[in-house]
């Protein structure tokens, strides 16, 4: 079985740099998304403002596929913006797809189905919802399992969404969490997967100057480091959703250093995990 992960965007959801700013931290990224791709099948986790550049990067995987299908299913993990406004490029005035599964929360699908332009994408059947609840959602060869998280839920609740191969757990994307001891399960979870996706959104409380960080809350990537270091071992746990102010970002940073050093990887868009090459979950 041909499986990989596909980083398509590492940033936080306004990419870096953002708008109104020339530079960001490191590389350019565009924001927060993967791809699931299994001998053909597309499974998209989250729908970044950046879809329609962030598609080429998958392309050559693909082969022949129908223009009005591009992707298998379309996972949203939260209704904050980096996470679902690609949803646009699946309308009438853009790809005009036909009857791609929407795999989200009922609270996600609600916020969708009870606003324009969303609602329009539902109704005019280029998305059909497809509620996720306790029971995973097969899609080809992976099977999909939400996995609730604390998040700031001004429009919905937040998931994270855990990619299962053969009756077991294997991927982890978890893009958004306030903190890390508000979910009890947190370690329990990692530990379960061989490829975990976290949220490193901040390395620290003042790097947004004229902004309040207690009302956008994120852990810290040091917090993070500490938590998890000691799970580096027998799987690989990748740094993601990084805001454009973050010095992670930077490879020469002190801070990408410490992660580096503690086992950690930093993701960059275009990314690629094999499934086969990721390691063994040491438990």
Request: aromatic share 6%; with cysteine; proline share 8%.
């Amino acid at each position: 079985m041909a499986l990989r992960l596909v980083v398509l965007g590492s940033g936080q959801d306004g990419g870096s740099p953002q708008l109104g700013n020339t530079e960001g931290a490191g590389p350019p990224r565009t924001a927060s998304s993967v791809a699931v791709v299994s001998d053909g099948t597309v499974v998209l986790l989250d729908a970044s403002p950046d879809i329609r550049t962030q598609f080429a990067t998958i392309a050559p995987w693909l082969g022949a596929r129908e223009p009005r299908r591009p992707f298998d299913a379309v996972c949203v993990t939260h209704a904050h913006m980096g996470h679902y406004a690609g949803l646009l490029h699946l309308g009438r005035e853009a790809a005009a797809t036909t009857r791609i599964p929407l795999v989200a929360p009922s609270s996600v699908l609600s916020f969708l189905e009870s606003n324009e332009p969303w609602r329009s994408l539902l109704t005019e059947g280029h998305l059909v919802a497809l509620p996720i609840g306790a029971e995973p959602v097969g899609i080809g060869d992976v099977s999909i399992s939400a996995i609730p998280v604390p998040h700031r839920a001004e429009f919905s609740a937040a998931v994270a969404y855990s990619i299962g191969v053969g009756g077991r757990p294997w991927a982890l994307y978890l893009p958004d969490i306030d903190a890390w001891d508000r979910w009890e399960q947190a370690e329990r979870t990692v530990a379960a997967h061989r490829v975990c996706l976290l949220d490193a959104t901040f390395g620290s409380t003042d790097e947004v100057p004229g902004r309040d960080i207690a009302a956008i809350p994120h852990p810290l990537v040091p917090d993070t480091i500490e938590r998890f270091g000691h799970l580096t071992r027998g799987r690989r746990i990748i740094l993601t959703h990084i805001n454009h102010t973050n010095t992670l970002a930077d490879p020469s940073s002190n801070l990408a250093m410490a992660a580096r050093s503690a086992g950690f990887e930093v993701a960059t868009d275009g990314m690629v995990v094999d499934f086969h090459e990721a390691p063994e979950a040491a438990g």
